[in-house]
Structures are given as C-alpha cells and as structure tokens.
C-alpha cells in the first residue's frame, strides 16, 4: 500500500484578524527560521499582497519554534557559492526590508528568542519592535570572516554610530534591555506576556485614523533621506493633505465635543 506524503507546511504563516491586524510567522522552527530564498520569497509575497489590501490596518511579524531568525541560510549559501548566486540572494533580501519601509501598514517585530545576522536586520527594519526579556540580539558574520554589511544598513539607522559598529564588530550578543536602550527594539516585556502586549500596541494604532497612519508613514521615511529645509517643505505638504481628510475634520471635531472619533477607516 502507497500513502500520500504529507503536504509540506508553508514557509510563511498568515493569519487575518477582522479588527485590521495580520500576524505573518516565519516557519522554518528546524532551521531557527533562517532566510533561505525560498523563505525571502514567500515573505516578499505576503508583504506585495499585504500593501495593497486597505483591510490590512497592522502587520506583525513573528517565528514559530525557539528563535524569531537566525539570519541567512548558511548551508543554502556555501551549496550555492557564486557570486551571482550571491547577489541575488543580497539583493532579494535588500528589496524585502525596503518593501518593509515602502507599504503603508505599520509592521511590528515580534521578537521571543534570538534574532542574529539579518534576523537581526529584520528587526531593525520593522516599524516597530516587541521583545521578550529573554531575547537575544547580534550580527555576528564577523565571528565567520563575514561582516555584516547589510544588516549594518539597517543597525545604523537605529542605534547610535558607536553602538552599531561595536555590534557589527565584535558579533557580541545583547540583552532585550540593552537592545531597547540602544533603540533597537520599542518594548520589553516577560516571555509570558509577549502577546498581551503586542495586543495593547497595536490596539492604539488600530484605534487611530487609518488616513494618518497610512500617511504618516510614509513620510516618516521619506523626510528622513531629506536635507532639513526640504524635509519641513515636505512635510507641511503632507500635513496640509492630511489636514484636508474627513478623518482629521471628523477628530478635530471630536476633541472639541468631547467624545471619541468615528473614523471612516479609508
């Protein structure tokens, strides 16, 4: 007698809440959810579809098994050793993390267990960062004659020049509490509380205006590769767009009555 094999479990869990929240694990427990290209690929295509689905209000993402990423494959990347295999794989992850940046959906990083190399870079990609007290954080390449020079790109625009080079330098891990004072991470809570306060952020977000958030957004990143007399002609751009939205008319409107907005949520 012949059995079926099993259907092999995908590489990216989805899961869609009607309240606007999608949660997207990472699903590779066995390999400590390391960014094979397949993974890249399977994450790239949750983000493309994600971006343009207004239902879609906030974006969580998280690891199943013990760690939230381990970084690139290793093995997938020393069975391939090319230099156009290796550009590739650069270059798909580089486009993932600004994809990250680029939709309109604020994405928080569920962090529980390790996060090394460009899990780590994943992190500091991400809008927004929770950790368990039990997390660990480090690029370390470099422990493997490898420096880290694309996780750098996310490291430096989070932490101070100093503190990213020590970290790309000596591939030393840190602590959830010392990632959150470098400014890597937003919030660090017990392990057995990860999810309750996940839950409480992105109720805020979820509670205010979509239009703002969606537009907030992305000026956040754009004003931030600006000079400063072209980042305030931007922004005030933006604001006065946003001024213009019934959601703004309808919060002004409901500060001054004292009660809560109805957003149109749009």
Same mark, same amino acid.
């Given at each position: 007698?012949?059995?079926?094999?099993?259907?092999?479990e995908?590489?990216?869990?989805?899961?869609?809440?009607?309240?606007?929240?999608?949660t997207?694990?990472?699903?590779?427990?066995?390999? /400590?959810?390391?960014?094979?290209k397949?993974?890249?690929?399977?994450?790239?295509?949750?983000?493309?579809a994600?971006?343009?689905?207004?239902?879609?209000?906030?974006?969580?993402?998280?690891?199943?098994?013990?760690a /939230?990423?381990?970084g690139?494959?290793?093995?997938?990347?020393?069975?391939?050793?090319?230099?156009?295999?290796? *550009?590739?794989? /650069?270059?798909q992850?580089?486009?993932?993390m600004?994809?990250?940046?680029?939709?309109?959906?604020?994405?928080?990083?569920?962090?529980?267990?390790?996060? %090394?190399?460009?899990?780590?870079?994943?992190?500091?990609?991400?809008?927004?960062?929770?950790?368990? +007290?039990v997390?660990?954080?480090?690029?370390?390449?470099?422990?493997?004659?490898?420096?880290?020079?694309?996780?750098?790109?996310?490291?430096?625009?989070?932490?101070?020049?100093?503190?990213?080079?020590?970290?790309?330098?000596?591939? +030393?891990?840190?602590?959830?509490?010392?990632?959150?004072?470098?400014?890597?991470?937003?919030? =660090?809570?017990?392990a057995?509380?990860l999810?309750?306060?996940?839950e409480?952020?992105?109720?805020?977000?979820l509670?205010?205006?979509?239009?703002?958030?969606?537009?907030g957004?992305?000026?956040?990143?754009?004003?931030?590769?600006?000079?400063?007399?072209?980042?305030? %002609?931007y922004?005030?751009? =933006?604001?006065?767009?946003?001024?213009?939205?019934? +959601?703004a008319?309808?919060g002004?409107?409901?500060?001054? *009555?004292?009660?809560?907005?109805?957003?149109?949520?749009?």
């Amino acid at each position: 007698m012949t059995t079926t094999p099993a259907a092999e479990e995908p590489l990216v869990l989805r899961t869609d809440r009607a309240d606007g929240l999608t949660t997207l694990t990472l699903n590779r427990p066995g390999q /400590f959810n390391s960014l094979s290209k397949d993974m890249l690929t399977a994450l790239q295509t949750e983000l493309d579809a994600i971006a343009g689905n207004e239902s879609v209000r906030v974006v969580v993402v998280a690891g199943a098994g013990k760690a /939230f990423c381990a970084g690139h494959d290793l093995k997938e990347m020393r069975g391939n050793h090319s230099k156009e295999f290796m *550009q590739a794989l /650069f270059r798909q992850c580089g486009e993932l993390m600004l994809t990250i940046t680029r939709m309109p959906q604020p994405v928080i990083a569920r962090v529980h267990g390790i996060a %090394t190399a460009a899990g780590c870079q994943l992190v500091s990609m991400c809008d927004l960062a929770v950790a368990a +007290d039990v997390a660990k954080f480090a690029v370390s390449g470099i422990n493997v004659g490898l420096f880290c020079s694309t996780p750098a790109v996310g490291l430096a625009r989070n932490l101070g020049r100093k503190a990213a080079l020590e970290m790309l330098l000596t591939g +030393d891990f840190i602590d959830a509490m010392e990632a959150r004072a470098k400014g890597l991470i937003n919030r =660090v809570v017990p392990a057995d509380a990860l999810d309750a306060e996940i839950e409480r952020l992105t109720q805020n977000i979820l509670a205010k205006s979509a239009v703002a958030v969606r537009m907030g957004k992305g000026m956040f990143y754009k004003q931030l590769e600006m000079g400063l007399v072209e980042a305030y %002609t931007y922004a005030g751009e =933006v604001m006065a767009c946003n001024m213009m939205s019934e +959601d703004a008319g309808e919060g002004i409107d409901a500060f001054m *009555q004292k009660r809560r907005p109805a957003y149109k949520g749009c």
